[in-house]
């Protein structure tokens, strides 16, 4: 909804400008909400699934591939052997803000597809990383695309075409990362907990017998002491929607899977896609700071690569 600002003259309340729209506390909205601000001067909608926009799309979305946002980091020119998905260059993500017709009094609302338990990870990691740069009113679409149609929401097929944005990156959110050092102090003075949200339920490696590899990583296996627990069990289904769960559900997951919601925590997986999924929860679900929740950028694909780093295999500790 919108604030108006209001001033009296003669008993008569006249409205004199409009303010900035609010978000909800979760920063999670709902078809109802979008529908009702759609038109705002001051919204843009992002969609951010891999494929289906030009079959259709939230009318006057527009699109987000990974490498507007996202960059590969190479150790090596000649091997091109290196680290996949991490959050991209400020020059990148800046010029994407910008051509995505950004402000600086902007409102973001992502979207993933809904169809499936993890879509939701899409939209929070395209929030996390705007947020590391400092854009703070972004919100993700509850139910994403298939929840906006289920509801009624207006579609569109054709590209939509923006004003180019001044949005400036002024300043860096550092309490959303974790590095690989921060991963060295985790797990050797467990400051941290550390949450695996690769596979499902089960702490990470490839295979029945460990041989099956990951290209992405150096080598197989995960973190010591590490929880596990894939991000899909967060999600719940609804009329053949995927929503984000709420608080109940959430804390009944993290019980299974030995995670505390009060203590910090450092989510990973192999390059920090689905582990955006376990922040964004543990952030506007549960409602832990910045410094306390953190996901590990590299992930994986960085640690495997680091020396005289130790590493799990299987279901062991």
């Not at 004003?163 to 590095?179: E, M, R, S």
């Not at 984000?244 to 203590?263: C, H, N, R, S, W």
Request: one cysteine or more; proline letters at 2%; glycine letters at 12%.
């Amino acid at each position: 909804m919108k604030k108006v600002l209001g001033t009296v003259i003669v008993g008569t309340v006249l409205s004199m400008s409009a303010m900035a729209l609010d978000l909800p506390a979760n920063h999670i909205v709902d078809a109802a909400w979008l529908k009702a601000n759609l038109g705002d001067k001051s919204l843009v909608v992002v969609d951010v699934r891999k494929k289906g926009y030009s079959e259709g799309h939230v009318k006057g979305a527009v699109a987000w591939k990974g490498s507007d946002f996202r960059e590969s980091r190479y150790y090596s020119k000649i091997t091109k052997k290196g680290i996949p998905g991490y959050i991209g260059a400020p020059l990148t993500v800046e010029r994407t803000l910008k051509k995505s017709g950004v402000n600086k009094d902007s409102v973001i609302v992502f979207y993933a597809g809904g169809t499936k338990s993890k879509d939701f990870r899409d939209a929070a990691l395209a929030m996390y990383t705007v947020e590391y740069y400092g854009f703070e009113k972004a919100a993700m679409l509850n139910g994403g695309f298939a929840g906006w149609k289920k509801a009624g929401g207006a579609v569109a097929t054709k590209k939509t075409k923006v004003a180019k944005g001044d949005y400036k990156i002024t300043k860096f959110n550092q309490g959303v990362i974790a590095t690989g050092e921060d991963v060295d102090e985790a797990v050797w003075t467990g400051s941290y907990q550390t949450v695996d949200t690769n596979g499902k339920n089960k702490l990470h490696w490839y295979g029945k017998d460990g041989k099956k590899k990951d290209p992405r990583r150096a080598k197989e296996g995960h973190l010591p002491g590490a929880k596990a627990m894939h991000i899909k069990v967060l999600a719940a289904k609804k009329d053949g929607v995927y929503y984000v769960g709420d608080k109940a559900q959430v804390l009944a997951e993290y019980k299974k899977a030995g995670i505390d919601a009060t203590k910090p925590v450092i989510w990973y997986c192999n390059t920090g896609h689905l582990a955006a999924g376990g922040w964004f929860v543990q952030k506007y679900i549960i409602g832990m700071k910045d410094g306390d929740n953190r996901v590990y950028a590299g992930s994986m694909a960085d640690y495997t690569r680091w020396p005289k780093r130790k590493l799990v295999k299987g279901d062991k500790k």
